[in-house]
């Protein structure tokens, strides 16, 4: 079906880049603070794979993580640690508190390349096995200009992620860093009274294993939408003002390329191509016709 141009509105809205409450947009990979024995360094940054929205408005409160500090791997430490990490009785799984900073995060800003610094901490060195994101009740989202509350289903106020603990990557010595991708689409539902609900639905993603997929489609008034898709996956992007756009976290492989035109303008796709990991895909200029 043809994405029309009511739906496409959120182009507007979204293209502004100011977020609110956000950390840091640059990454923080310097080597000039050192780690102390014992320890590691976290940096957790957020992305977004974006959705029909003006604005999504996200409040979070808090992130900690799950800490495995033991060195053995026997059978009765894995099972403690995969069902009884939260009840106490395994001391050698702790909960750690990154830093943040608490407010309202316009996940829309945060696309086509586009994250921020969202937690960092020095915490006890071991496998990072669960992230922990508490979220308080000032969630909303934009529509056609028009807001309305975006409610969280019970017991959806805390959203937990599970690791196996080697997805992480080390970029210097005992500094380690992982990007959390919130795709929009599939974590808003509205329902049939006309409310929207989220039920947060985040991918993980390392830029070291994984690669990008980035051009210009022109005109905007075309209002484009880009899809990214091969067998196993699909990734969306909605080009900034500039029509400029990019796909990160994208696994090695062969991927189309789908440009969804409105307002006239014929779709057009392109097949074949091929991603590796660490590597940023230019695409040729992108030209829609009518």
Excluded at 21 to 26: A, G, M, Q, V
Excluded at 33 to 44: E, M
Excluded at 65 to 88: F, I, K, P, Q
Excluded at 214 to 242: C, L, R
């Amino acid at each position: 079906m043809k994405l029309t141009r009511k739906n496409l509105s959120v182009l507007a809205a979204a293209c502004v880049f100011a977020a609110v409450f956000i950390l840091s947009c640059t990454k923080d990979n310097s080597s000039s603070s050192s780690v102390p024995p014992g320890k590691q360094k976290l940096s957790l940054y957020l992305s977004d794979d974006p959705g029909f929205f003006d604005q999504v408005l996200i409040d979070v409160q808090a992130v900690k993580v799950l800490v495995d500090t033991s060195t053995a791997d026997t059978v009765e430490h894995r099972w403690h640690h995969d069902w009884n990490c939260d009840d106490g009785k395994d001391t050698s799984v702790v909960w750690e508190d990154l830093q943040i900073r608490p407010g309202v995060y316009d996940l829309l800003t945060l696309r086509n390349g586009t994250d921020t610094l969202f937690a960092q901490g020095t915490i006890p060195q071991g496998k990072i096995k669960r992230i922990k994101i508490t979220l308080g009740s000032n969630n909303s989202l934009v529509k056609d200009s028009v807001n309305y509350p975006l409610h969280l289903f019970p017991g959806d106020s805390v959203v937990t992620i599970k690791l196996k603990g080697d997805e992480l990557d080390e970029y210097l010595s005992g500094q380690f860093q992982l990007w959390l991708d919130f795709n929009i689409g599939r974590s808003i539902i509205k329902v049939r009274d006309g409310e929207f609900y989220l039920r947060p639905y985040i991918r993980l993603f390392i830029t070291k294993a994984t690669g990008a997929i980035e051009g210009k489609v022109t005109p905007m008034d075309a209002f484009p939408v880009i899809s990214v898709y091969n067998g196993t996956d699909t990734s969306y992007a909605i080009p900034f003002i500039d029509g400029r756009f990019k796909v990160r976290g994208l696994d090695p492989g062969t991927y189309s390329v789908f440009v969804n035109a409105s307002n006239g303008y014929q779709d057009t796709t392109i097949n074949d191509v091929t991603v590796t990991a660490r590597q940023e895909v230019e695409l040729p200029k992108i030209e829609l016709h009518k």
